[in-house]
């Protein structure tokens, strides 16, 4: 997985990858609205090009994930969650810094910014890491018990959950990995989507100077099947977010 790394900072170019703040965007192209007009938010962005070296993703181009901040369940279907009328995941493959070419103005000024998760605007650091596991993936138990003929025998699977969690944490924000939840894995409880892997994960934050709240400190989740992200075919991501 690639951790990110934020840090507040004022001035970033629209073409950098950032956490909250403006988008790339050309003006070539339509800028993103919720089913009844309303234009959406720049969550994030990766600039692929910004990535340490590796085999997963794109090596250019820019993803962003745009949301509906005065939604209550901010873009949110529970029913369809790869439903993009109140969210959006917009892949640029061509990425320009002629600044002549793109949008300069953004069509957000009247959105009530106190209903956003992510206050402010946040440079990132990439950092190449490995995560194992989580215990909230719904192949947890069958990765994990199952191969050890743990299954049926007298064995305290909550202390061998919670120490697990200690060590192998997925909170934070990342891309690829395994995610973090703080209720249900919703994978599980749909057969379309058994196979999808982590895209992006923003977490809450706990640092002092990073303003990211997902309710009641929740956390969001993109997923993608590898077969998509290998197309770079981002129009059936789903989208989850939960809080306790």
Known sequence: MIELNLTPAEDLTVWQ?????????PLSLDYPQNEES????????????????????PSAGILQFFIDIEDDLWGLDFDEPQNQNNFRI????????????LLQEFPIQDLDQDMNPVTGQYA???VADERYISIGDHAFAETIFDPYGLEGEQVDEEEIYDQYDETFSASGH?????????????????ER????VLLFQLDSSGQEDVEILWGDCGVANFFIHPDDLKKRDFSKVMYNWDCS
């Open 193 to 196: 989507f058994k196979d999808y």
């Open 38 to 57: 309303r234009a959406l938010v720049l969550l994030a962005q990766i600039n692929f090009a910004e990535l340490p070296e590796n085999t997963v993703y």
């Open 124 to 126: 990132v650091q990439f």
């Open 17 to 25: 990858s950032k956490v909250g703040g403006d988008p790339y965007f």
């Open 90 to 101: 917009i892949f640029h493959e061509q990425v320009t810094q002629d600044v002549a070419q």
């Open 174 to 190: 990342h891309l690829g990995g395994y995610p973090y939840f703080t209720q249900d894995d919703p994978r599980g409880n749909d």
